[in-house]
């Protein structure tokens, strides 16, 4: 049980506020792409490879920092991860040869996400609130992060502008520490909780791969990623390529964040009045219908910022509908691990995305191909929600442990 002071209230708003400011820093790392490259003299993949093996080790380490989460608490979690994060953007700022900045920019980043981001923040949020809030408050919590990245896009802007990309690296470094003392927010004493069904985490995990929406559900979140990172990551640099000036890219993902606060509300605040599976097709499906949009009619700056309000209402709406169906599916008890496993699949994509765009750009000197194949996962994504069963999992009853 924890202190009289730590209300859900306390840890919805100290979670969001963490999430506001974890997202909100990893939302401008797209702004030093060209910056970073050309100083150091790099080819675009190398800034791409950064960036998508953050994606994935953000990923595989979701499910062990949720595991953790879950079983002694979220405020440990959330410490070590800031910390993490905080050193990888130092060793990110002073990182002079590709493998330096694959390992600031990459893998410690990359850790240090996972303790700091939706999964763990879903897992205290589901303990916290009855089935009957969770869903809106997930939403809420995710409107959050995307309040980060409208606010914290400009001033990473500003920071280039005005310090170059090594002292806005440092200065966000700084911004990252204020994540330690809102950790205490989320403490748990998780040994205190007694369960109705006996389950090891080895055996809860196993139950949900051998589900077949919950296996559904965490392939549809791949094209979550590739579709995510691969335009929060190369936008900037595509729309430079295209000759607009850089406030036209920061204004289109300040807007992006800004719109998808309305997203992320509105799915949770939908998941508690309808089937998730079918918000979650028509998110892929009208991410589709956006970015065919975009990328088809003419270029100018009033259709750049129509298409980061449209992405915006579907950016990451994903998130409260996907957790939410986790938890309505198999319980709290598991949830921040549950919820990570299907992250990494989510952050796979992540990794094909930033990865694939850099690679493929270098190759043929535009990013056609990636642009079409984020039209078509979109659509496969879409199909792929509609048959999942929403019903709870059956157990039999147990001795409490």
């Not at 953050?54 to 410490?79: E, H």
Request: glycine share 12%.
């Amino acid at each position: 049980m924890t202190s009289n002071w730590r209300t859900p209230t306390v840890v919805l708003v100290g979670g969001a506020l963490i999430l506001c400011v974890g997202m909100g820093i990893r939302h401008g790392f797209g702004l030093f792409l060209q910056p970073m490259s050309a100083d150091l003299h790099w080819g675009r993949e190398t800034f791409a490879l950064a960036m998508a093996v953050q994606n994935l080790m953000w990923g595989a380490t979701q499910p062990f920092a949720g595991m953790i989460a879950d079983k002694y608490g979220t405020g440990r979690v959330v410490v070590a991860g800031a910390l993490l994060y905080v050193l990888g953007l130092v060793a990110m700022a002073h990182a002079t040869t590709p493998l330096m900045l694959v390992g600031g920019g990459g893998l410690l980043i990359g850790t240090g996400l996972s303790g700091i981001t939706y999964s763990v923040i879903a897992g205290v949020l589901g303990r916290s609130y009855p089935p009957e809030k969770r869903s809106m408050v997930l939403g809420i919590s995710a409107a959050a992060g995307s309040f980060g990245q409208f606010a914290m896009l400009p001033l990473t802007q500003w920071l280039l502008s005005h310090l170059g990309w090594y002292g806005a690296l440092l200065t966000l470094a700084a911004v990252g520490l204020a994540m330690l003392p809102l950790a205490v927010a989320l403490v748990e004493k998780r040994a205190a909780h007694t369960h109705a069904f006996a389950q090891s985490a080895g055996e809860a995990m196993r139950e949900a791969l051998s589900h077949r929406g919950y296996v559904l559900l965490t392939l549809g979140f791949f094209v979550c990623g590739f579709q995510v990172v691969f335009i929060g990551v190369h936008l900037p640099a595509y729309l430079a390529d295209k000759g607009m000036p850089a406030h036209v890219a920061v204004t289109a993902l300040a807007l992006v964040g800004l719109f998808n606060i309305v997203g992320t509300y509105s799915t949770g605040w939908l998941g508690s009045r309808m089937p998730k599976r079918y918000i979650l097709s028509a998110i892929y499906f009208g991410r589709s219908v956006v970015i065919a949009l975009f990328f088809l009619l003419p270029l100018s700056p009033l259709s750049v910022y129509a298409f980061a309000i449209a992405l915006g209402l579907l950016w990451l709406s994903t998130v409260p509908p996907t957790n939410s169906l986790v938890a309505q599916l198999f319980g709290v008890r598991y949830l921040a691990m549950l919820a990570g496993f299907t992250f990494f699949s989510h952050q796979i994509g992540s990794f094909l995305g930033a990865w694939l765009g850099g690679k493929l750009y270098d190759q043929t000197g535009s990013y056609d191909v990636v642009w079409w194949l984020a039209i078509a996962l979109g659509i496969a994504a879409g199909l792929i929600n509609l048959p999942i069963d929403e019903r709870a999992v059956e157990r039999p009853l147990a001795t409490a442990v």
